[in-house]
């Protein structure tokens, strides 16, 4: 099992950049493919971002794909996301997760994922 803890989140302006971290427990954490995820006010939790067990392959939704780059240590047990030229639709709480699945590609779909945190707020102003 693993636990999973963002951090990085605030208020930032349109156009801003912002960074979020995920900080795992265990030492398992490279064995895990990493996603992130976000739901806004009103609306599902839909996919962002997710990279493979070495970080040798990523993906993006298409709303995000050229502005945000995820990213991840697996001597510091951290997965990154970070986010440039931010718009106000990104509003929303970011969570991370963990995938347990022994695939070399991430996947895309919420069920997939097995373990996720508490979420961090990100909001971005107009």
């Known amino acids: 099992q693993v636990q999973l803890v963002e951090s990085g989140g605030g208020l930032v302006q349109a156009g801003g950049s912002l960074r979020v971290s995920c900080a795992a427990s265990g030492r398992t954490f490279s064995s895990y493919i990493m996603g992130w995820f976000r739901q806004a006010p009103g609306k599902e939790r839909e996919f962002v971002s997710a990279?493979?067990?070495?970080?040798?392959?990523?993906a993006y939704a298409d709303s995000v794909k050229g502005r945000f780059t995820i990213s991840r240590d697996n001597a510091k047990n951290t997965v990154y996301l970070q986010m440039n030229s931010l718009k106000p639709e990104d509003t929303a709480v970011y969570y991370c997760?963990?995938?347990?699945?022994?695939?070399?590609?991430?996947?895309?779909?919420?069920?997939?994922?097995?373990?996720w945190g508490q979420g961090t707020q990100v909001t971005v102003s107009s």
């Open positions: 990279i493979s067990r070495s970080g040798g392959n990523t």
């Open positions: 997760a963990a995938d347990r699945a022994p695939i070399p590609i991430p996947r895309l779909g919420r069920s997939e994922y097995d373990y």
